[in-house]
C-alpha cells in the first residue's frame, strides 16, 4: 500500500477476544484430538468455524467489518508459541535426531523431551510457554498460518460476511524478553542479541500480510511496562528503536500492513523509563496505550497514574512523534468485569483529543478480552441486580462502540447510555451486602500480634514431636485425579438429582480410595483428594459470603485448561466451616498426617473478579479472616498440618518496580493474618505455582510458612539456588514432577532433580512433591509417578 491509500485506524476496536468458544468448544476439540478420538483435520475444522464466528460476533457487536476494527487474535494453544511456529524456532533438543517437532509436542512434551517451561503472562492468570533461544537456534518465516487466518476471514469460503481483520501478533520486542537462553547457550548469551534475525522473520510475514490485503497489523509488546523484565530500560528502549526502525524501514518491492504497538497491562511512562516517547519516535502508525493501570500521555502527566482521568494537563508541550500517529485510548478494563462509569470514560477521551497531540483518538480496551468471559447475558442465574453492574467480552465491544459514537457525535447521541451506565453505578454503590459493618468492624480490631506466630525453631520442635516424619518427606500438593464419575456426581447433586446422603457417600468413597492408594504408594503425609472441588477458588467462593459464581463465565488459563473466576463483590465473611468434614472423614481412615487444605486470601483475589471499589490490602485481609477461622476449626478437629496455598503470590506482582513493596507487604501480611492463629505445633504449609519466583523470593521467606512447596521441574530447580541463597531455613519442597504434561517422569530423573535440591538446601528441610495438584491428569500416570517419585526418595534417603 502507498502513503495515499493507507485506510486510517477504524475509531472503535478491541486489543483481542476469547479464543475458547462460548462453550468451550476448543478446550473440547484439543482433547479429543490429544486422545486420539478425532483426527487433526477435526481439530482444524472447529478451529476455523471458531475463528469465523468470533470475528462475526464482533461485527454483529458493531466493530467495522471491512477495515481491520476486528482483531485476529486466535490461537490453538498460546499466543507465544504460534510466534515461536510462525520463526521456526524450535529448540534443538526437540530436532536432535528425531523428526520435525510439532506444534504441540512444545505445549505437551514428548516420551523423550519435557514441554516449554510455563510460566504468567505478566500480571494475569494466563500461562505462555518460554522460547528457548541459542545463539543457533533456527529463526526465519517459516510458518504462513497467521497469513491463511487472515485469508479465511476476509475471503471466507463458506459465502458467508467477510471480515478484514487485524492479524495480533506477540511483538519481537517483547518474545525475545520473555525468552530464556536455550540449554548450552553460552553463559553470556541473551536471546535479545537474536534481534535482527526475529525483525528479518517479522519483515517477511508482514509483507506477506500486506500481499494478502491486510491493512494493519497488531504488534503486541506488554514487556516495555513492566519493570520485571531481565533488561534495562536503556536496552528495552534500543531494541524498541532498531526493531521499529526495520520493520517500518521502506524495502524496494515490498509493502506492509500500518503497525499498531500495543502495550496492555501498565504504564508506557514510569519511574524507570519513558517508553512512550521511544514509540512515538519510530515510524509506527498507531500506539495503544492502557489507560486503566497506566497513566495519560497528556502533557506534564507524569507516570504511574492508576487513573487516567485523574492526570491533568500541566503542560504545552506533548510528546514528540505523537502528532503522527493515532492513539487508542485504552479506557475500558480488559482485565475486569465492572460495567464502565461511560460519563466519566468519555470524559478521559474528550480531554485527550483535545490536548494529547496525537494525529487521531480511537476508543479501545486496556487490554485483550481474552482474560474475561464472553457474555453476561449467558448467566442467567446471576442475580439481575448483580448482572447489572457488570460488563463481560462483549458487552465491553458495546461499551468501546459507545464511546466511539459520543467522541463522533456528541453526548446526546448516547443519552440513554450514559443514563444507564450511571444508573448501575449508583446502584451497586449503595446495594447491601457491598459494606457489612460487622466485617469491617472486625478489620479494625486487628494488632500486629495477630499477624505472627512463634519463632520457627519452637515451632519445628513441636511440629517433629507431633509428626515424626521422615527425612525428605513425600506428599502431594492436593488434589487427586477427577474422574468423570466424580464430575457426574457433582453435577448429579447440583441439579438435585441425589440428594445430600448419596452424595456424601459417593464423595465418601472417593476419599476412601485415594487415601489407600496414597497408603499402598508409601507417601507420608496424605491429602483427601479434593473430589468435593470444581476447582480451588470457585468452591471456597460457593461458600463465602460477598460472593457470586457463574455458568458460563469461563476463562482460558493455559492451552485447554479453563476456569470460572468467581465474582468477589461485597465484604466477606464465612458463614460455616467448608472443608472440615471431608478433611476429618479423611484421617479416619489412616494413622499417617492428613492435610488440610485451604486457598490463601491472595490467591483467591488474583483467581477471582474482585471488586474495585475500595484497596485490595483490605479484601484480601477480609479474606484472610475467613480462612483463619477455617484454620482454628481444622485445628479443633485434630488436623495437625494445613495447606494454605498462594499459587498467585507472585502473579499480583505489580510490574511497576515503584509499587511493588506496598503488594509485598500486604500480601505477605495477609497469608500471616489467615494462618497466625495456628498452634506451634500445626504445621502450616503453601504451595508457590508456575511463575518466575526470583522477584519474590524475600515475600516466600516472610511468608513464615513451616513448609512452602514450588513449581521447580520444568526449571530444573532455577529456584533452589536463589532461595539458598537467602539463608531459607525452614521446609521447602521444590517440584519433581511436571504434572502440567502428560509424562510420566523416570525415578531417574526425579532423582537427579532431588539430588540439585539436596546439593543446595540442608535435606533435613526439603520435602518431595509434585509441582502441583494432580486433578488434570489421569490415574495411570498418577500412579506410575507417585511410583517413581517415592522410588526416587529412598534412593536420595540412602545417600544422605
Not at 107 to 131: C, I
Not at 418 to 427: E, I, K
Amino acid at each position: 500500500m502507498t502513503e495515499s491509500n493507507l485506510p486510517s485506524f477504524p475509531h472503535a476496536t478491541v486489543l483481542g477476544y476469547p479464543r475458547i468458544g462460548r462453550r468451550r468448544e476448543l478446550k473440547r476439540a484439543l482433547e479429543s484430538y490429544w486422545s486420539g478420538r478425532t483426527t487433526e483435520e477435526d481439530l482444524e475444522r472447529t478451529s476455523h468455524d471458531l475463528r469465523l464466528a468470533t470475528v462475526r460476533r464482533l461485527a454483529e457487536l458493531g466493530l467495522e467489518a471491512g477495515n481491520a476494527a476486528i482483531p485476529g487474535s486466535f490461537s490453538r494453544y498460546d499466543q507465544v508459541l504460534d510466534i515461536t511456529f510462525t520463526l521456526g524456532a524450535i529448540p534443538s533438543r526437540f530436532t536432535d535426531g528425531a523428526q520435525d517437532a510439532g506444534y504441540f509436542d512444545l505445549a505437551r512434551g514428548t516420551a523423550a523431551q519435557p514441554p516449554l517451561e510455563l510460566t504468567k503472562w505478566f500480571d494475569t492468570n494466563y500461562h505462555y510457554l518460554v522460547p528457548e533461544i541459542g545463539p543457533s537456534t533456527p529463526i526465519s518465516f517459516a510458518d504462513d498460518r497467521i497469513v491463511r487466518e487472515f485469508t479465511e476471514a476476509a475471503r471466507p469460503s463458506d459465502g458467508g460476511i467477510p471480515v478484514v481483520t487485524r492479524p495480533v501478533v506477540v511483538g519481537p520486542v517483547t518474545y525475545l524478553l520473555l525468552s530464556k537462553p536455550e540449554d548450552g547457550a553460552p553463559e553470556d548469551f541473551s536471546p535479545l542479541s537474536r534481534l535482527d534475525d526475529v525483525v528479518a522473520a517479522y519483515r517477511e510475514l508482514l509483507a506477506a500480510l500486506a500481499a494478502a490485503g491486510a491493512p494493519w497489523v497488531q504488534l503486541d509488546e506488554p514487556a516495555l511496562v513492566s519493570d520485571l523484565i531481565a533488561a534495562d530500560h536503556e536496552t528495552v528502549s534500543d531494541a524498541v528503536r532498531r526493531a521499529y526502525a526495520g520493520l517500518t524501514a521502506a524495502a524496494a518491492g515490498t509493502e506492509r500492513p500500518q503497525i499498531l504497538v500495543a502495550a496492555p497491562f501498565g504504564d508506557l511512562r514510569r519511574a524507570s523509563g519513558d517508553h512512550l516517547s521511544v514509540l512515538a519516535g519510530t515510524a509506527v502508525e498507531a500506539i495503544a496505550v492502557d489507560l486503566v493501570r497506566g497513566s495519560s500521555p497528556l502533557p506534564g502527566s507524569g507516570s504511574g497514574a492508576s487513573d487516567a482521568a485523574s492526570a491533568p494537563a500541566t503542560s504545552s508541550s506533548t510528546v514528540p512523534g505523537l502528532e503522527t500517529k493515532t492513539l487508542v485510548a485504552g479506557v475500558i478494563d480488559g482485565h475486569n468485569i465492572w460495567r464502565a462509569d461511560l460519563a466519566a470514560k468519555l470524559g478521559v477521551l474528550e480531554t485527550l483529543r483535545e490536548s494529547a497531540g496525537a494525529a487521531a483518538i480511537a476508543v479501545g480496551t486496556s487490554t485483550s478480552l481474552q482474560h474475561v468471559p464472553h457474555d453476561v447475558d449467558d448467566e442467567p442465574r446471576l442475580d439481575p441486580a448483580l448482572a447489572g453492574w457488570l460488563a463481560f467480552a462483549d458487552q465491553k465491544v458495546a461499551e468501546v462502540v459507545t464511546l466511539s459514537r459520543a467522541l463522533a457525535a456528541g453526548r446526546d447521541a448516547v443519552a440513554q447510555e450514559l443514563t444507564a451506565s450511571a444508573a448501575a453505578v449508583a446502584a451497586r454503590a449503595e446495594a447491601a451486602g457491598v459494606v457489612v459493618p460487622e466485617v469491617r468492624e472486625r478489620l479494625g480490631e486487628l494488632s500486629d500480634a495477630d499477624f505472627a506466630r512463634a519463632p520457627y525453631a519452637d515451632r519445628a520442635a513441636a511440629q517433629q514431636a507431633r509428626l515424626n516424619l521422615p527425612p525428605l518427606p513425600t506428599t502431594t500438593i492436593g488434589s487427586f485425579p477427577q474422574t468423570s464419575e466424580i464430575r457426574t456426581t457433582r453435577a448429579a447433586w447440583t441439579r438435585g438429582e441425589i440428594d445430600d446422603a448419596e452424595y456424601t457417600t459417593r464423595i465418601r468413597g472417593e476419599i476412601a480410595r485415594v487415601i489407600e492408594l496414597q497408603e499402598e504408594l508409601g507417601l507420608d503425609v496424605l491429602v483427601h483428594g479434593e473430589p468435593e472441588r470444581n476447582d480451588m477458588v470457585q468452591y471456597f467462593a460457593e461458600r463465602l459470603a460477598g460472593f457470586a459464581t457463574t455458568v458460563h463465565g469461563w476463562v482460558q488459563s493455559y492451552g485447554s485448561r479453563c476456569v470460572r473466576p468467581p465474582i468477589l463483590w461485597g465484604d466477606v465473611s464465612r458463614p460455616e466451616p467448608i472443608t472440615v468434614p471431608w478433611t476429618q472423614y479423611a484421617a479416619s481412615l489412616t494413622d499417617k498426617p492428613v492435610k488440610g487444605m485451604l486457598t490463601g486470601p491472595v490467591t483467591i483475589l488474583a483467581w477471582s473478579f474482585v471488586r474495585d471499589d475500595q484497596p485490595l490490602r483490605d479484601t484480601a485481609n477480609q479474606v484472610a479472616l475467613a480462612l483463619r477461622d477455617e484454620v482454628a476449626d481444622l485445628e479443633a478437629a485434630g488436623t495437625g498440618i494445613v495447606q494454605v496455598d498462594e499459587a498467585a503470590l507472585r502473579e499480583l506482582l505489580p510490574l511497576d518496580a515503584g509499587a511493588q513493596p506496598g503488594y509485598l507487604d500486604w500480601s505477605v501480611r495477609s497469608f500471616r493474618l489467615a494462618t497466625s492463629g495456628a498452634a506451634p505445633s500445626t504445621q502450616i504449609h503453601t504451595h508457590l505455582c508456575y511463575s518466575e519466583f526470583g522477584d519474590v523470593v524475600g515475600a516466600i521467606d516472610d511468608l513464615d510458612a513451616d513448609v512452602t512447596s514450588v513449581e521447580a521441574a520444568r526449571s530444573r530447580m532455577e529456584i533452589v539456588p536463589a532461595l539458598a541463597a537467602t539463608g531459607y531455613a525452614r521446609g521447602i519442597g521444590p517440584g519433581v514432577w511436571d504434572i502440567h504434561s502428560p509424562r510420566v517422569p523416570s525415578d531417574g530423573e526425579i532423582t537427579d532433580l532431588l539430588k540439585l535440591a539436596v546439593a543446595e538446601i540442608d535435606p533435613r528441610l526439603v520435602w518431595v512433591n509434585p509441582d502441583c495438584g494432580l486433578k488434570t491428569r489421569g490415574y495411570g500416570e498418577t500412579t506410575a509417578s507417585l511410583t517413581n517419585l517415592i522410588a526416587a526418595t529412598r534412593q536420595v534417603r540412602e545417600t544422605l
